[in-house]
């Protein structure tokens, strides 16, 4: 190992002190438990030959499969460190946290991963995403995130909704920034550099992207559509070609916006309608109302609720066996999901769309500076 390495080594084990005296503070909260071998995770991470920079990983109470952490090793570059706090029963959302961003209850299922991310605990949380229990903790803490159903990162367990329908959660990865999510997903697909290849690139010459037509209005009170023209004109400008699909009003619906994603790249579609990516407008995210299912079967309050919600297709992208990313913009608590079908080249095209977004649509730097990793910000 070169002095160099040794010295940074040094400085990320105080960091890694730092980070458990932050989840001590938040045990019995966002934080369930602190890892056992934590010391012995350690060595290891100072033995190896990797170089990158050190990796802090939460893993989500319930639901994520023991191979995940087999595959982010110390000789990795990554420590686990923390038991994440889920939502209780899976719900939406959580009533016993509170989101550190928006000051509301926080978004589920994977609501501790998120908090831990925001606190300063953890750089990398793994969930699990049935009907948005990724996608949506991110865009309400302003965080960015991957779903892998559509690459093969499934669980492996089924769940009933509460449709009655059966359905496989996807792993889930949440980040600070897009970089990390996506060197995780390469990690756990032992494909190294081909998400991050495509990152760098910003030629969209060839992607079709298609976003929902007039007629959906969000919960600030502006129409889907408008919010995402100036993005639509952004990508257009680096090559790609931008288009409008009507999609039915209640795409807040699980079961409406499901069916039509579901007809999008559906055989009958392929031919008439080649769209590569679709990109929505969602949030501000549980700020206005509550996206989950328990309140929203309720009756027409818990309807408005629901509606309010600014959960759209990422309520449904797992269920429709889709690859899809969260991109937090400037906006509190909102941003753009982006969905592809099946497969890697798919995925490489989404993670070109999501990477552009991130230059046109930044956090502001307060968020940076507030919630951005420190390297000797002990608490």
């Known amino acids: 190992m070169s002095q160099r390495t040794s010295f940074e080594k040094s400085t990320e084990m105080i960091r890694l002190v730092g980070a458990l005296m932050r989840a001590q503070k938040h045990l019995s909260t966002s934080v369930v438990s602190l890892v056992g071998d934590i010391q012995e995770q350690a060595e290891r991470y100072v033995k190896s030959d990797i170089e990158r920079p050190l990796c802090l990983l939460g893993i989500k109470e319930k639901g994520v499969p023991t191979w995940v952490k087999d595959c982010l090793t110390p000789e990795k570059g990554y420590i686990h460190i923390t038991v994440d706090r889920m ?18 209850m926080m978004t589920g299922s994977t609501s501790g991963g998120a908090v831990n991310l925001l606190k300063g605990i953890t750089d990398i949380a793994i969930g699990t995403d049935g009907g948005g229990s990724v996608l949506g903790p991110a865009l309400a803490t302003q965080l960015f995130a991957v779903m892998g159903k559509g690459l093969g990162l499934g669980t492996g367990e089924h769940h009933k909704a509460t449709d009655g329908k059966w359905f496989e959660p996807a792993i889930g990865i949440l980040g600070r920034n897009l970089e990390e999510i996506l060197k995780t997903v390469e990690d756990l697909m032992d494909m190294p550099g081909v998400f991050l290849k495509e990152r760098q690139n910003k030629d969209l010459s060839g992607i079709r992207i298609g976003y929902p037509g007039p007629g959906i209005t969000l919960p600030d009170g502006k129409d889907m559509a408008d919010a995402l023209r100036p993005a639509a004109r952004n990508l257009e400008a680096r090559g790609a070609e931008t288009f409008e699909i009507k999609a039915p009003d209640g795409l807040w619906d699980r079961q409406q916006s499901l069916s039509w994603l579901c007809s999008i790249w559906s055989e009958k579609n392929s031919c008439e309608n080649p769209c590569d990516v679709i990109v929505t407008r969602e949030g501000p995210v549980d700020l206005f109302g509550i996206g989950d299912s328990v309140a929203g079967l309720l009756g027409e309050t818990g309807e408005l609720l629901q509606k309010s919600s600014g959960k759209y297709l990422l309520r449904s992208a797992n269920m429709a066996g889709c690859t899809a990313l969260a991109i937090p913009g400037r906006e509190l608590a909102s941003g753009y999901i982006v969905i592809c079908p099946q497969g890697v080249e798919s995925a490489k095209k ?3 769309v999501a990477g552009c977004l991130v230059e046109f649509d930044e956090r502001p730097a307060l968020f940076e500076e507030y919630f951005g990793k420190k390297l000797f910000d002990l608490p």
Do not use: Q, S
């Open 87 to 104: 939502a209780p029963g899976g719900r939406a959302i959580d009533t016993g946290l509170i989101n550190p961003l928006t000051g509301k």
């Open 350 to 352: 989404a993670v070109k």
